[in-house]
Protein backbone atom coordinates (compact mmCIF):
# COMPACT_ATOMS: atom_id res chain seq x y z
CA UNK A 1 0.00 0.00 0.00
CA UNK A 2 1.04 3.48 -1.29
CA UNK A 3 2.00 5.43 1.83
CA UNK A 4 3.56 8.11 4.03
CA UNK A 5 4.33 6.72 7.94
CA UNK A 6 5.72 9.09 10.79
CA UNK A 7 6.54 8.19 14.32
CA UNK A 8 5.78 8.22 17.02
CA UNK A 9 2.44 9.62 16.78
CA UNK A 10 1.69 11.38 19.77
CA UNK A 11 4.96 12.68 21.89
CA UNK A 12 5.02 14.30 25.35
CA UNK A 13 8.68 15.79 26.28
CA UNK A 14 10.51 18.19 28.16
CA UNK A 15 12.14 21.77 27.45
CA UNK A 16 15.99 20.90 25.73
CA UNK A 17 15.30 17.03 25.85
CA UNK A 18 16.47 16.63 21.91
CA UNK A 19 13.84 14.69 19.93
CA UNK A 20 14.07 12.93 16.43
CA UNK A 21 10.04 12.75 14.36
CA UNK A 22 10.73 9.84 11.40
CA UNK A 23 9.00 9.72 8.52
CA UNK A 24 9.44 7.37 5.28
CA UNK A 25 7.11 7.01 2.23
CA UNK A 26 7.11 4.21 -0.40
CA UNK A 27 6.05 5.56 -3.10
CA UNK A 28 9.74 6.45 -4.74
CA UNK A 29 8.91 10.30 -4.16
CA UNK A 30 11.61 12.98 -4.62
CA UNK A 31 10.24 15.69 -3.02
CA UNK A 32 9.30 15.38 0.81
CA UNK A 33 8.08 17.96 3.15
CA UNK A 34 7.34 18.92 6.74
CA UNK A 35 4.64 21.37 8.03
CA UNK A 36 3.24 22.10 11.43
CA UNK A 37 -0.28 22.78 11.93
CA UNK A 38 -1.73 25.42 14.78
CA UNK A 39 -4.64 26.45 15.10
CA UNK A 40 -5.82 29.62 13.04
CA UNK A 41 -2.19 29.33 11.15
CA UNK A 42 -3.21 26.72 8.41
CA UNK A 43 0.05 24.93 7.75
CA UNK A 44 2.92 26.37 7.53
CA UNK A 45 6.18 24.80 6.23
CA UNK A 46 9.34 24.17 7.85
CA UNK A 47 11.40 22.31 5.59
CA UNK A 48 11.91 20.26 2.16
CA UNK A 49 13.62 18.42 -0.11
CA UNK A 50 13.28 18.20 -3.61
CA UNK A 51 15.83 14.63 -3.50
CA UNK A 52 18.55 13.09 -1.41
CA UNK A 53 20.67 15.58 0.12
CA UNK A 54 19.09 17.99 -1.13
CA UNK A 55 17.42 20.30 1.50
CA UNK A 56 15.77 24.00 1.67
CA UNK A 57 14.08 26.18 4.44
CA UNK A 58 10.63 26.28 4.51
CA UNK A 59 8.48 29.26 6.21
CA UNK A 60 9.01 28.51 9.97
CA UNK A 61 12.72 26.58 9.95
CA UNK A 62 14.02 28.06 12.94
CA UNK A 63 14.89 25.50 15.91
CA UNK A 64 14.45 22.46 13.40
CA UNK A 65 16.82 20.57 11.45
CA UNK A 66 16.45 17.77 8.60
CA UNK A 67 18.15 15.72 6.68
CA UNK A 68 17.68 13.14 3.31
CA UNK A 69 20.02 10.75 3.23
CA UNK A 70 18.01 8.24 1.81
CA UNK A 71 15.25 9.00 -0.42
CA UNK A 72 12.48 7.33 1.77
CA UNK A 73 13.15 8.69 4.77
CA UNK A 74 13.59 12.18 5.90
CA UNK A 75 14.08 12.88 9.40
CA UNK A 76 12.77 16.47 11.45
CA UNK A 77 15.38 17.14 14.62
CA UNK A 78 14.35 18.97 17.34
CA UNK A 79 17.81 19.94 19.07
CA UNK A 80 16.82 21.69 22.06
CA UNK A 81 12.07 21.69 22.23
CA UNK A 82 10.55 24.78 23.14
CA UNK A 83 7.30 24.97 23.96
CA UNK A 84 6.37 27.05 21.35
CA UNK A 85 7.22 23.80 19.04
CA UNK A 86 4.48 22.45 20.61
CA UNK A 87 2.07 21.50 17.43
CA UNK A 88 0.94 18.99 15.09
CA UNK A 89 3.31 17.82 12.52
CA UNK A 90 2.66 16.52 9.23
CA UNK A 91 5.09 15.09 6.84
CA UNK A 92 4.49 14.63 2.95
CA UNK A 93 5.64 13.52 0.39
CA UNK A 94 4.97 14.28 -3.91
CA UNK A 95 6.21 12.96 -6.86
CA UNK A 96 5.64 13.81 -10.46
CA UNK A 97 2.09 14.77 -10.21
CA UNK A 98 2.59 17.16 -7.59
CA UNK A 99 -0.30 15.56 -5.27
CA UNK A 100 1.46 15.74 -1.83
CA UNK A 101 0.29 13.09 0.28
CA UNK A 102 0.83 13.74 3.78
CA UNK A 103 1.65 11.17 6.41
CA UNK A 104 -0.96 10.48 9.54
CA UNK A 105 0.46 13.35 11.76
CA UNK A 106 2.66 13.74 15.05
CA UNK A 107 1.02 15.44 18.25
CA UNK A 108 3.73 17.00 19.88
CA UNK A 109 3.86 18.63 23.40
CA UNK A 110 7.00 20.15 25.09
CA UNK A 111 6.43 21.07 28.72
CA UNK B 1 7.44 34.56 -2.30
CA UNK B 2 3.94 33.33 -2.70
CA UNK B 3 1.00 34.29 -0.11
CA UNK B 4 -2.47 32.94 -0.36
CA UNK B 5 -5.30 34.11 1.56
CA UNK B 6 -8.43 32.33 2.19
CA UNK B 7 -11.87 33.29 2.91
CA UNK B 8 -13.87 32.78 4.36
CA UNK B 9 -12.69 31.25 8.04
CA UNK B 10 -15.89 29.46 9.10
CA UNK B 11 -18.63 28.80 6.87
CA UNK B 12 -22.04 27.38 7.99
CA UNK B 13 -24.75 26.11 5.25
CA UNK B 14 -27.81 24.32 5.30
CA UNK B 15 -27.86 20.51 3.80
CA UNK B 16 -28.41 20.84 0.22
CA UNK B 17 -27.15 24.02 -0.28
CA UNK B 18 -24.06 25.42 -1.75
CA UNK B 19 -20.96 26.54 -0.46
CA UNK B 20 -17.88 28.55 -1.83
CA UNK B 21 -14.77 29.61 -0.62
CA UNK B 22 -12.25 31.60 -2.05
CA UNK B 23 -8.34 32.41 -2.51
CA UNK B 24 -6.25 34.78 -4.01
CA UNK B 25 -2.39 34.53 -4.39
CA UNK B 26 0.29 37.29 -5.25
CA UNK B 27 3.05 35.24 -7.35
CA UNK B 28 1.86 35.47 -10.98
CA UNK B 29 4.08 33.13 -11.73
CA UNK B 30 2.04 30.14 -9.79
CA UNK B 31 0.86 27.53 -11.93
CA UNK B 32 -0.95 24.85 -9.83
CA UNK B 33 -3.90 25.07 -7.83
CA UNK B 34 -4.80 21.83 -5.33
CA UNK B 35 -7.88 22.31 -2.57
CA UNK B 36 -7.33 20.27 0.65
CA UNK B 37 -9.75 18.31 2.58
CA UNK B 38 -8.80 17.71 6.22
CA UNK B 39 -11.43 15.76 8.64
CA UNK B 40 -11.71 15.88 12.02
CA UNK B 41 -8.25 14.13 13.12
CA UNK B 42 -7.20 13.03 9.85
CA UNK B 43 -4.74 14.25 7.78
CA UNK B 44 -5.07 16.86 4.78
CA UNK B 45 -6.22 14.84 1.60
CA UNK B 46 -6.09 16.21 -2.12
CA UNK B 47 -9.98 16.39 -3.40
CA UNK B 48 -9.21 18.44 -6.76
CA UNK B 49 -6.49 20.35 -8.19
CA UNK B 50 -6.47 23.10 -11.62
CA UNK B 51 -3.53 24.19 -13.43
CA UNK B 52 -3.33 27.81 -14.96
CA UNK B 53 -4.09 26.49 -18.11
CA UNK B 54 -7.56 25.58 -17.22
CA UNK B 55 -9.91 27.70 -15.92
CA UNK B 56 -12.75 25.47 -14.17
CA UNK B 57 -12.31 21.83 -13.24
CA UNK B 58 -15.56 19.44 -11.81
CA UNK B 59 -15.39 16.18 -10.60
CA UNK B 60 -19.05 15.35 -9.24
CA UNK B 61 -20.11 17.87 -6.60
CA UNK B 62 -16.74 19.82 -6.34
CA UNK B 63 -15.68 22.21 -8.66
CA UNK B 64 -12.80 24.62 -8.97
CA UNK B 65 -12.81 27.87 -10.91
CA UNK B 66 -9.88 30.18 -11.64
CA UNK B 67 -8.90 33.67 -12.71
CA UNK B 68 -5.17 34.37 -13.44
CA UNK B 69 -5.97 37.92 -14.27
CA UNK B 70 -7.55 38.55 -10.78
CA UNK B 71 -5.06 36.16 -8.99
CA UNK B 72 -8.06 34.27 -7.61
CA UNK B 73 -9.38 30.74 -8.15
CA UNK B 74 -12.65 29.20 -5.97
CA UNK B 75 -13.74 25.96 -4.62
CA UNK B 76 -17.64 24.99 -5.53
CA UNK B 77 -19.27 22.54 -3.25
CA UNK B 78 -23.03 21.88 -4.65
CA UNK B 79 -25.42 20.08 -2.85
CA UNK B 80 -23.47 19.94 0.61
CA UNK B 81 -24.03 17.03 2.76
CA UNK B 82 -22.84 16.46 6.60
CA UNK B 83 -19.87 14.57 5.50
CA UNK B 84 -18.57 17.72 4.29
CA UNK B 85 -18.02 19.17 6.89
CA UNK B 86 -14.33 19.55 6.92
CA UNK B 87 -11.50 21.94 6.91
CA UNK B 88 -10.19 22.98 3.90
CA UNK B 89 -7.11 24.41 2.72
CA UNK B 90 -6.22 25.85 -0.41
CA UNK B 91 -2.78 26.58 -1.99
CA UNK B 92 -0.51 27.65 -4.31
CA UNK B 93 2.83 27.06 -6.15
CA UNK B 94 4.74 26.73 -8.84
CA UNK B 95 5.16 23.67 -11.05
CA UNK B 96 7.58 24.63 -14.18
CA UNK B 97 10.68 22.95 -12.70
CA UNK B 98 9.14 20.00 -10.68
CA UNK B 99 8.01 20.17 -7.31
CA UNK B 100 7.99 23.37 -5.61
CA UNK B 101 7.02 24.47 -2.03
CA UNK B 102 3.16 24.80 -1.87
CA UNK B 103 1.89 27.68 0.07
CA UNK B 104 -1.23 26.90 1.90
CA UNK B 105 -4.29 29.01 2.76
CA UNK B 106 -5.18 29.58 6.77
CA UNK B 107 -8.67 27.43 6.22
CA UNK B 108 -12.21 27.33 6.01
CA UNK B 109 -13.83 25.25 8.76
CA UNK B 110 -17.06 24.52 6.69
CA UNK B 111 -20.04 22.93 8.76
CA UNK B 112 -23.13 21.66 7.05
CA UNK B 113 -26.42 21.38 9.36
CA UNK B 114 -28.50 19.07 8.96
Known amino acids: EAQVTQNPRYLITVTGKKLTVTCSQN?????MSWYRQDPGLGLRQIYY???????DKGDVPEGYKVSRKEKRNFPLILESPSPNQTSLYFC??????????FGPGTRLTVT | GENVEQHPSTLSVQEGDSAVIKCTYS??????FPWYKQELGKRPQLIID?????GEKKDQRIAVTLNKTAKHFSLHITETQPEDSAVYFC?????????????FGKGTRLSVIA
Open chain 2, 50 to 54: IRSNV
Open chain 1, 27 to 31: MNHEY
Open chain 2, 91 to 103: AASMTDSGNTPLV
Open chain 1, 49 to 55: SMNVEVT
Open chain 1, 92 to 101: ASSGTGYEQY
Open chain 2, 27 to 32: DSASNY
